[in-house]
């Protein structure tokens, strides 16, 4: 496949994407100060760091008494420790008293110690002698049933660390340090440019020869799984002056752009010329060997990552899966973890033979099963312009660059949806 | 563990959210109409059907000329079809001719075809010989390079079912139906109601034996996950009548409440207490056989259900995640998908042995470590008191109630956080 300039320019989607992350090394979003409540999702801009021990004072972590261990040292049920009762601790209230030896306060679960207890007694090894002395029928060791004063998180510690997608046990952890606000990355703002002479609003009659709009839908659901804010700019005739003013219009307040383009060659064309004359540095790749997804254009024009997508649904989606998301992901700072790397794939054994040719990465179509031996990945036939086909899908897989099909019973990753 | 009515009544979690949802089988939130852009995640209430064939028109899915397939038949490069070039077919305009026997009319991806058409030859297949005749040079099936009438969806076919969780593909799939507002299920507003003497504002300064609440922020994150929404009311002071006040109070505009309650028995008594009193059914269990989150208290109060949410944050996260996220899917009318079940869990192979007691189903909290040979999951040990572990965790993985313990090497299903 040659582009416009005459240039042979299919390159593995692998390729493509380092030429769009390398453009846009150094480009992030604008670190904002976010309320925790808020932030779910987002990507931590800066380390959070603690600036208390964590609890500040030893907590007991069950209801009994607070003791000094030693003086339980060897109790038994036969043979028990005699203590004398000292002061309750309450709930909420600092302990101000020092502990006499040979004696037990008892504490809630949560209960601050008082100096001199080092160990908490649980009720059930306790017995009551009389209003004011105590039978313990068990030792402890110290620091048994008590969490000390910063086990949990010390002065000076990295909570949160920059980078990070923020999850709901993280807030949590926030909140425990006092950190009601913490600095984040920006969502990236998406604009959603649709092209095409026969596309129309969805909310229209389409005349005959059109269709309505559903990829801007699609793309704007996908950009809003990632993390990012879409913006559907709307339709635009396939002609080059109302696209290029679109596109110029939305470098006014976008962070990335994406064009859903008409199907044709000719659209595409005129899409990768815009690119080319707005330029800095313009279009880095144009045809990618990728099924579907082959016609995928990417550029950076000053600065501003811009996706020429394909126009089959099917298309769209892998194109997004693999090229706009990491690239919001790059641009809000996020350092991949596994575990987020591994949320949305599930392996399954492939039901049937699966041919694909060898040098085009093949995505597939698959609907999940679950059956006695296991989880298994039914490829879905149809053509990629079919709509029904990705509201059955599960997800994809996909088959390498360098193979030539998928035997059944193959273990495959399955991308979900 | 016997509850304040002397019932012996620790049972198994299973039991539990079975009782649970037993008493809120017939508990939706309202059917609403919702903008497809704002769908999201949101459960769809009654099936979309399509009121119009798609596409409307065969449609070309290559650049190339529609033809009679019969025309072509049996074409070779040594012997080509010679067909005469009729009207050019535009985009998104209606071909409103005939094309006569023998005749090829030119048309891009998208095209509408002309009546008598069946088939579309690729550009790469042709040759002009001058500007009124053609010359094909393989022939193509009838159909071929063809998306028919009604192929994508038929009129009168369910797109999205009842029950589904909608993704974006299911956006993208309604805008091409022309729905652009579907019938989804209300999120359901889950009341956050802190209590606890020693609990203080997260954004306050702790004076000895208080600590900041952050229970509530996690629980409020992970309804956010769940698709509901989150209303944190407040700090409430471990008073018998301040709290049923808050809680009669939130029953008023909320579908469930969680009550995020101090660790201590005597706290779990008067939440259970504040139950059983309102009532209706009341409480349905107060104790589960569970590690960490044995304090769990579920209930159902006059058609809402209500949590006693443990006070340990790790045991929250659990308990949320056992209790409370499959309760608002019940809700929210979720008819549960396998690929929605599978998309937060990895299979991971446990690093090193972990006992458990028989007779309770224990979670354990782990990172996820990819090594050669393959993805180990890694226990973290820490109390459950601690933030600190939650932190660190990728997920946890539980250890079935007849088991005690899990071997090194064994794989475990390991649900991220």
């Not at 808020?38 to 380390?47: H, K, P, R, T, Y």
């Not at 003086?71 to 036969?78: H, K, L, P």
């Not at 099917?314 to 693999?322: D, L, M």
């Amino acid at each position: 496949m040659k582009d416009m300039l005459g240039r042979e320019n299919v390159i593995t989607s692998d390729r493509a994407l380092n030429l769009l992350c390398g453009a846009l090394s150094k480009k992030r979003t604008a670190i904002t100060t976010e309320k925790i409540e808020n932030s779910l999702g987002m990507v931590c801009a800066e380390d959070v760091v603690s600036g208390d021990d964590l609890p500040a004072f030893a907590r007991s972590t069950v209801d009994g008494y607070a003791v000094r261990a030693g003086d339980a040292f060897g109790a038994t049920e036969t043979m028990p420790a005699y203590l004398n009762l000292s002061q309750e601790i309450f709930m909420g209230e600092e302990a101000v008293f020092i502990l006499p030896t040979h004696a037990a306060s008892k504490i809630p679960t949560g209960g601050m110690l008082p100096q001199g207890a080092d160990a908490v007694v649980m009720f059930e090894h306790v017995q009551a002698v009389d209003s004011t002395v105590i039978e313990v029928m068990k030792p402890v060791a110290p620091g048994e049933n008590v969490i000390q004063a910063g086990e949990d998180v010390q002065k000076g510690e990295v909570v949160l660390r920059k980078g990070r997608r923020v999850r709901s046990q993280d807030i949590g952890a926030c909140a425990g340090i006092g950190r009601v606000m913490i600095p984040v990355r920006a969502r990236p703002i998406v604009s959603i440019i649709s092209t095409g002479d026969e596309i129309i609003p969805a909310d229209e009659e389409p005349a005959r020869g059109r269709i309505r709009d559903s990829n801007s839908y699609l793309i704007a659901g996908m950009v809003s799984e990632a993390g990012g804010i879409p913006r559907r700019k709307g339709i635009f005739k396939d002609d080059y002056r109302t696209i290029r003013a679109a596109v110029e219009d939305a470098m006014k307040d976008s962070d990335a752009i994406a064009v859903s383009g008409g199907t044709s060659v000719g659209t595409k064309d005129m899409i990768a010329r815009i690119i080319v004359d707005i330029g800095d540095p313009g279009i880095l790749f144009h045809g990618v060997s990728l099924k579907p997804g082959k016609p995928m254009i990417g550029g950076v024009i000053q600065g501003i990552p811009i996706f020429g997508l394909p126009g089959h649904p099917a298309a769209v989606s892998i194109c997004i899966e693999i090229f706009i998301k990491p690239v919001l992901d790059l641009m809000s700072g996020l350092e991949e973890s596994l575990a987020h790397r591994l949320r949305g794939v599930v392996q399954a054994r492939l039901s049937r033979n699966v041919a694909s040719s060898q040098g085009r990465e093949e995505h597939i179509r698959v609907m999940l099963k679950e059956r006695e031996d296991g989880l298994w990945a039914v490829p879905i036939l149809g053509k990629s312009g079919l709509i029904r086909t990705l509201v059955k899908a599960d997800g994809t897989f996909s088959v390498p660059v360098n193979r030539n099909g998928v035997e059944m019973g193959e273990l495959v990753e399955v991308r979900l949806f």
